[in-house]
């Protein structure tokens, strides 16, 4: 049953000229005083979301991002900020990619980030889908194989290091402590000064593929799931939820189909379905030549993506639009009224799902973003409040 209502945030500044015959990505450049209005942003949506009673505001980390589409590189100092111009909303480090930081650092920081807000920021790892930044830090991406053993190495030292009151590690990649002399002896154990004050840590990850290894690394340690997309019926969050309860169960827990779970949306709350597709069309565009062009959308073919490059490409393409979006329940949008209706049938189908993130496409301007925020608060999530 769902009980909370998030809303999530990846750092874009408002984009002039979006959507499919709009600005290719490649060809956008923003000066440092129009990029850093990303964190202005993130504050202005924070203090609303507080005020209007929304659980938790999700940011995610990135870096090197001329074009503004997400430029927001230290999601845990800017959510230490926030928690200080907001009362009670929670945090998402949504996510923190571990192959581009120590283990150490990354766990050192979350831990005093905990401590200095009593606990409002909240942990998350993820394993990256930009080159530019993942192998520019030093670390693979496109040899995904090696990505996903340098995550999962680093994860079980964040772990340790969050859990122990002293710990050692030996990997692949890692040896902590080194062997090494130190005031008269021989290092063989370290403590994180200082570890979380909130334990056990609650941490989030993104699912992308689902694989029966990811999942049950995830189960093993007590990270929480999130898919993106919505969630269209018979498709593959329904195959990611089973396998997920599989996952846990084969480590002797049974949990509720969207248990431990969060799903994400992208939404656009108007005076009926055909004027909410009619506004957000070319944001949910500008989010397609964003995302698509990473391979985060499975379905694109090249040709597709290729058209998304170059606006006069795109008459003789058939590109995604956002009614297929609407019609396989993606993207929420219509009267408030039709948004619960969408969201009761996921209560419905996920009985174990408590909370649902709802996130705003790519460009938006921050007075729309803000507009978006008090109607879905004021009109939507009432429904959901004797839960």
Not at 243 to 266: S, V
Not at 363 to 370: A, E, I, M, N, V
Request: hydrophobic share 40%; net charge negative.
């Amino acid at each position: 049953m769902i009980k909370q209502f998030d809303s999530s945030y990846a750092g874009h500044i408002d984009l002039e000229n979006v959507g499919y015959l709009g600005t290719p990505v490649n060809s956008r450049r923003y000066g440092n005083d129009q990029l850093i209005t990303a964190h202005h942003k993130a504050e202005a949506q924070a203090q609303t979301m507080d005020r209007l009673g929304y659980g938790a505001f999700w940011m995610a980390e990135h870096h090197f991002q001329p074009e503004g589409t997400e430029c927001l590189p230290n999601i845990i100092m800017l959510a230490v900020h926030l928690s200080h111009l907001t009362k009670r909303l929670k945090f998402h480090t949504g996510f923190n990619i571990t192959p581009m930081w120590h283990p150490l650092r990354l766990a050192e920081d979350f831990a005093v980030a905990d401590i200095l807000t009593n606990g409002r920021v909240v942990f998350g790892v993820g394993r990256g889908y930009h080159t530019r930044e993942v192998e520019t830090f030093g670390s693979p991406l496109i040899d995904q194989v090696a990505n996903r053993e340098l995550f999962e190495e680093q994860v079980d030292i964040i772990f340790k290091a969050f859990n122990e009151e002293s710990f050692s590690h030996q990997g692949k990649y890692y040896t902590l402590p080194p062997e090494v002399p130190y005031r008269g002896y021989t290092l063989k154990e370290l403590t994180l000064v200082p570890r979380p004050k909130t334990l056990p840590v609650e941490c989030w990850q993104p699912i992308q593929s689902g694989t029966a290894r990811a999942l049950d690394f995830m189960a093993k340690h007590g990270i929480q799931g999130v898919i993106g997309g919505g969630s269209a019926e018979g498709g593959v969050t329904d195959k990611i939820m089973r396998e997920w309860q599989a996952a846990h169960e084969r480590i002797g827990k049974n949990l509720e189909l969207g248990e431990r779970m969060a799903i994400g949306f992208q939404f656009h709350v108007a005076k009926s379905k055909e004027a909410g597709m009619k506004e957000a069309a070319k944001y949910y565009e500008e989010n397609m030549k964003m995302f698509g062009e990473l391979r985060l959308v499975k379905a694109l073919t090249d040709e597709q993506i290729e058209a998304m490059r170059d606006p006069r490409l795109v008459p003789g393409a058939k590109l995604p639009r956002i009614e297929d979006a609407v019609r396989a329940g993606g993207f929420l949008t219509g009267t408030p009224d039709d948004i619960i209706e969408q969201l009761k049938a996921l209560e419905k189908r996920y009985p174990g799902l408590s909370r649902v993130t709802v996130a705003q496409p790519l460009g938006l301007p921050l007075s729309l973003c803000l507009e978006q925020l008090e109607w879905f608060a004021k009109d939507v999530m009432p429904a959901f409040k004797a839960a």
